[in-house]
């Protein structure tokens, strides 16, 4: 955890020393901060104990951070140890609490029923889980019912089969085009039709759910389920007892699992960003996309956070009444025993914050450039140096501001659709379709390479001959056109042989490529047939019929070539791939040529061998 805090204290470039040590103390003068001083909070901060306790093993622990946290901020602390000077303790504290009258829990009561049935105005079902309020919107039986029905909605690409051939960059195909190609990259790309059926979570910050109420309405003009949790300790109203944030998202765990609900679009706010980082931590599978409004789980260990919510006193500025008021906003929510007790009890830093290197690719950042509660440019250089969220910053805004301004909150309502609209990430979903198709591959090599083994411990000759032609030959269908290309189209037979010889002999080296090639049709034919009655295969092979069943080289022996008006080759193949004028030309080109005559020899004499064998 250390490391990782020193990691991102060098990437984020600028920190002001000042700046970031003196309010850990209090805002005391940075010549009475020295090395023992910062010991002291680092261990507290890293460990939750005092220094004093760091002994055995330990014991040069907090000397050690030290060290690496003034090469990592580039200065060095005067060494030593200046007694009385505290730091920001809040675990080890009394709350930091004041008095509230009972009419003020009342008040905040009767907003409570009210917020309540504005949702059911808004046509929410109120629900309750454990110590939480939740409410749903076309969730629960209804979100299994539009799910399923989803999985039916014609698409506009048309499907077939996993084979296909496809291209990356196709043209848009053709709706009456049945032999249409299927891209793989649409099943990857966006589908607003399955993307209906993602649910939005929202997650409020304090101040409770009616302060959300507008930006909800905005939430349900996306047209997709919503499930809002609703916490009432952080909205100033008496609880008898305060959960920690781990509870709070185990029971948003059970809520998701109750409603049978495989995955949700986070959208939080504040404090329900320490909630959006837990649920990513301990329960990524859940989380579809997320989007952070005013994050305050973000580099924890600045000081802005617990400093200016919990510690500083209110500004009084006349010439900017505007400060004046958020600051007695922050301390009058802060003083609320609730919420003292909330972020001063149980509230582990260590746990809570998100870090932005374990985001998901799905996430978008919204932060205010005038955030009293996160350092919105520190955490804007962390979250861009790693690249995995989209980050956005509102420079005029303070921390809440979003939820009065309608502008950013349409904005940010389009970053959530664009989340909704994009299915996890898009370098996963761009090459599952090529890992597929590799594996499938692989699959099938392997099996090949198998089946080729066996062949070679029962025949070394045949196996080779067969290896060869499985990794050179040419798929079945091609070789029609390479025949007619070596002897010359049906309309000219009275040049097929003088066309045909000329060609042997001025391209020699495909001979034994040919007749080999003549042999391997009918293994393909016969092992590669498909069993389906409409399959290219099956019509050649009932085409054929028992015309495969004779040799198809009867007469040439190894010893003996005769003439060519004495070859018998085999011109039952007439009724399919080939002609009978071409196996003539063939067989009188080969015949007539002197200077083939040995090289063929031999040839003759393994494709005759090898047929014998395969039958």
């Not at 939005?200 to 101040?207: D, P, R, Y």
């Not at 299915?423 to 198998?450: F, N, Q, Y």
Request: proline residues 6%.
């Amino acid at each position: 955890m250390f490391c990782r805090f020193i990691g991102l204290m060098r990437k984020a470039k600028g920190i002001s020393l000042e700046g970031y040590i003196r309010p850990w103390f209090l805002d005391a003068p940075m010549s009475d901060i020295k090395q023992g001083n910062v010991a002291e909070m680092l261990t507290y901060g890293f460990f939750y104990r005092k220094r004093s306790e760091m002994t055995g093993d330990l014991a040069h622990i907090p000397d050690m951070m030290v060290q690496q946290l003034e090469d990592s901020l580039n200065v060095k602390f005067p060494p030593g140890y200046t007694p009385g000077v505290g730091f920001m303790s809040h675990l080890w504290e009394d709350l930091r609490a004041h008095y509230r009258p009972l009419l003020l829990y009342l008040f905040m009561e009767v907003l409570g029923k009210a917020t309540r049935l504005i949702m059911t105005s808004y046509g929410f079902k109120t629900k309750r889980m454990g110590l939480l309020t939740y409410y749903t919107l076309n969730c629960g039986a209804d979100f299994a019912a539009e799910s399923e029905g989803n999985n039916h909605i014609p698409s506009s690409t048309p499907q077939h089969d996993e084979d296909d051939e496809w291209t990356p960059f196709a043209a848009p195909p053709k709706a009456a085009a049945a032999d249409t190609k299927r891209n793989p990259l649409n099943d990857t790309l966006p589908d607003n039709n399955n993307s209906r059926a993602t649910p939005v979570m929202f997650l409020h910050g304090v101040g409770g759910l009616i302060l959300y109420l507008e930006m909800l309405k905005h939430v349900i003009a996306l047209g997709h389920p919503v499930i809002v949790i609703e916490y009432k300790h952080v909205g100033m109203r008496l609880c008898s007892y305060i959960p920690t944030v781990d509870e709070v998202t185990q029971a948003v765990v059970e809520i998701l699992e109750a409603e049978n609900i495989p995955r949700v679009c986070v959208v939080g706010h504040s404090y329900g960003s320490f909630m959006a980082s837990r649920l990513n931590a301990l329960h990524r599978d859940k989380v579809h996309s997320m989007c952070l409004v005013d994050p305050v789980c973000f580099g924890m260990f600045m000081p802005q956070l617990l400093h200016n919510f919990m510690y500083r006193r209110p500004r009084i500025d006349w010439k900017h009444p505007d400060v004046l008021v958020r600051d007695l906003a922050l301390w009058f929510a802060s003083r609320d025993v609730h919420l003292a007790a909330t972020f001063a009890r149980r509230f582990y830093w260590t746990d809570i914050n998100l870090w932005p290197d374990d985001l998901g690719p799905g996430s978008c950042i919204v932060l205010s450039g005038n955030d009293d509660l996160c350092n919105a440019d520190g955490a804007k250089k962390m979250l861009e140096a790693e690249g995995q969220a989209k980050v956005i910053i509102n420079p005029a805004l303070f921390h809440g501001a979003i939820l009065l301004d309608t502008t950013s909150k349409a904005a940010l309502l389009m970053e959530v659709k664009a989340l909704l609209d994009t299915s996890g990430s898009l370098v996963v979903r761009l090459a599952k379709p090529v890992v597929d198709r590799t594996l499938s591959a692989a699959r099938s090599i392997i099996l090949e390479v198998g089946d080729l083994t066996t062949r070679l411990s029962h025949n070394p000759g045949d196996g080779v001959r067969q290896l060869r032609r499985t990794f050179t030959d040419l798929p079945a269908r091609t070789w029609t056109p390479l025949v007619k290309k070596v002897t010359g189209s049906n309309d000219r037979q009275p040049d097929q042989a003088q066309n045909g010889r000329a060609y042997l002999r001025s391209r020699s080296s495909i001979h034994t490529n040919f007749i080999h090639s003549l042999a391997s049709l009918r293994e393909r034919v016969q092992f590669h047939s498909d069993s389906s009655p409409t399959s290219p295969y099956q019509q050649q092979r009932q085409q054929l019929g028992s015309a495969l069943d004779p040799p198809l080289v009867p007469t040439a022996t190894a010893d003996s070539l005769r003439p060519a008006g004495s070859w018998s080759l085999d011109s039952s193949l007439g009724g399919g791939s080939f002609s009978a004028g071409e196996a003539a030309a063939v067989a009188a080109a080969v015949g007539e040529g002197s200077g083939v005559q040995g090289s063929l020899t031999s040839s003759l004499a393994a494709s005759r061998h090898e047929r014998q064998l395969s039958t």
